[in-house]
């Protein structure tokens, strides 16, 4: 049909997935959405989304897509309360016990971690891409097909889980939340740290019993580089004993929070959304059969038009010269019979005289000028029983002038080609002419 | 591309024009066909669009009846005119609006179109009247591709016809049964077309791709459909309590549902295949397959049918007891036992995880039966759905009569490896009903087998 569309957006994908799922037992009834889908354009996506549209809004499938959503926001708030009881449980892991801090082990037990959580998170995604969805997608969508789970997330979900496999989204969805999570965790985490040691004297340094001091001095010193890049506070005491010491290790400390914890989650959450959002159009797959089915349903309800119409029967045609004719004369005439094709020969001994005829212009009028010039009693016309009569051997029939004419099909004619012949000389208002099916029958005294 | 095309469809009566149509608009409903001479005595529309907006509009024309009276209506060609003036001159004589009122609509479409379609009923000798209808379309200034019909008839005349036709410089001519197209005939007539018409080349080309793309989507969703529905009956299954079993009437009345529920299944999956192909459920013709009626009961767990089954996967008696004993009718073709149920499961758990086991050994322990489809049942079905969509591909929508599914049979011996990918569905049940990215992943390796398996038919 009409130009390709750049694909559907990913609500109607999952309008229309939803609706499949729908009628995979029972197709809905549908009148009112495939004529509503016919005229909203010739694109066979754009029908079939919208006959899923009507069809949605008429089972009340789009008010459980729009709960499921205002679920999954709920969810989201729930999340972010949890985002703040993590970020409490990392503040406490940083500020240890004590009012003794060692600042290299907290920012080692925050770093590690995070930065194990991203490299996990990205071999996952990368080598998960082909496979359909991660472990915790299939579990998710599982859970949503259970008995107990409530009947909107029945109705919608598994074609949500579904339309993002398929569009290899999942792992980009769950990450990003995922990222987003965790960059909301560090960041309250910073806050948390930076409140706590705003308003408390603690003594910020390092210990060690088997490395040497300038070893934890120098680690120090190379995570400082990258938030002291970003034009965070995160210079490193030269010495420990400094009086200034707690007060700058405690800003490197907030600051590689931010820089290695809130950062690299933001960076890609905002990654995993640029995805998203580039991904948001999505086709369908028009070789299921559910689609094709539609598509040869819509295919059958384009419109046939009759342009020429039939505005006058055919004219009937004028009555034969019937009667008269030179008594017991029989004459046979070969009418437009295939060569290879011979008449009976009992036929060609019994008649007056006979003559076979292609069908040309001249060849038929000299023919009907010698029938009209003697005319028969009866009048023989054998006829090739497989081809269709037409106009052309009506016009012959009524302007031959003889006693009586009958039909002779050859060769034997199978019932269907014997009722043909006999219908359409009826229907022609011949009626009277006898079709014969034999030779035979026609030499008879009652022939 | 968005470019519309207007082709009219004529030829001598009766020489299949309107089948012709419903078989490259696949719209089995358009027109009215008989084997009666003058069925069509209008002039009637119906379009064939592209995926690419290229828009085919034929027009289906009254049958030319009397080609020699017409010629000789239309008088002799004036050396100040040409060929298409005179037919212009023609039309506006009293003539085309009365003797000769259905053959002037066909002259007026023709001079309205891009090109013609002369469909020629092969099998009619080449006679004199015929020769004139050659000339008068030939004359109409449109280029006119000879479309032969009914080519693979025993009485084609297919050789004269030709040479008629390349004495009246109709050189390109194309073979095609509209009944039961040949593979690729309708794209080799829109290449043909797109010889003629020069101009407009680059659409009729990209209609010819259109159809063939058409085509191999069909194919490959019925083949999908085809690949849900055993994988459906092959999840189908039912426990079945110590009490109904020990019941007889009990046990033969859960039988019987079940196996109404398999028949049911399968039964879905035709009337899919139907719609698919966009053949009307309703046909009378396409009723008389023995699959919507009764008789498919008795075709699917016929004892006789599931032996010959069993013995082509090689397993000969032991396929079952149903089978074994052919007198035991009740149960051919169910597989009725913890023991047999068991196997398959343990055979799936493999790859299926261990979760269906346990559930099969605790059904054991406790006297249960699982009730479910033996592997004949479901190469019978496997073998009737294949070659009923095989057999729908390849039927044109003007055919009558009943399918002949025998002609596309397809040997069972090549579906024993889509046998190997249904056994995983027997340890879930719930596939019969529900899809499951495992389901997803059972499907596409049967897919992949069922892809393999190719229409007997074609070479």
Redesign the interface.
Known sequence: ????TDGIALPDLLLTEAVK?LE??TPLRDDAALAQALAAG?E?QTRIVQRARRLAADTGLDRDLARLRDRLLLLGLALAALGIVLALLVAMALLGQGRHINAVAAIALLIAPNLAGIVAWALLTVLGARS??GAFG?AV??LA?HRRAPAHVRRVW?SAA?VL?AQHLTAWALGGLNHLLWALVYAAAALIVGVVLALNQYRLGWETTILAPQTLHDAAQAIAWLPEHLGLPAQVPEQLDDPDASRLLGRWLIASTLAYGSLPRTLLALLCGAVLMRAHRGTLD????Y???LI??F??L?P?????????A??PAHAAAAGGGEPGTLVLIGF????ELALPSALLDRAAWSERV????E??EALLRRIADHPPARLLLAC?A???????TL?FIEAARAGSIALLLLPAPDA?QLA?WR??LA?CGRGDITVHADAGVVLSPHG | M?ERLALAVVG????GKTSLLRTL???????EVS????TT???????L?????VRLRF?DTP?L?????L??ALGPLRADMTPPQRIRAFLATRAA???F??EA?VL??LLEVDAALFVI?A???V???FRCEVEILASCGRPVLPVLNFVRDA?SREAEWGALLADFALHAQVRFDAVAPFDGAEAQLYDSLALLLPARQAPLRAVAAFVERERA??D???R??VA?ALLALAALRRTLEREELADAARKAAALEAFRAEALERARRAVR?LL????FARSDAELAMLPWLDGRWAADLFHPETLRDAGARLGKGAAIGAGVGLAVDAATAGLSLGAAAALGATIGGAISQGFGPLGRRVADALQGRESLSLEDSVLLVAAQRLLGLHFALQARGHAAEGRVELERNAVAMERLQSVLGALQPARAHPEWA?????RR??ARRELLARLRQVDNPRSP
Do not use: C
Request: charged share 40%; no cysteine.
């Open positions: 049909m009409s130009s390709r799922d995979a037992d010739d066979r359909q969805g299939r969508a599982a097909r598994p579904r496999d028009l070789d299921e059969p689609y094709r089915r040869a349903r295919e059958a384009a046939t038009r009759v342009l020429d119409a039939e505005h006058a055919p004219a437009e019979l295939p060569q292609d069908g040309g212009l060849e038929r090739h497989p081809s269709t009569p037409d106009r052309g016009r269907a043909r219908d359409w229907a | 968005a001598h009566t009766n020489a608009t696949r719209r089995r409903d358009f027109g084997s009666q001479p003058g005595r209008h002039v009637e529309a119906v379009e669009a592209s995926d690419e907006g027009l049958g009846e009397d080609p020699i009276g010629l000789h609006d009365e003797a009122e259905q609509k007026r479409a009923d099998r009619e000798p006679l004199a009247k009485g989507a069909r490959e969703a019925g999908r459909l849900d899919e719609d698919l192909h966009a009903a529900e899809d499951s990215p997803e992943a």
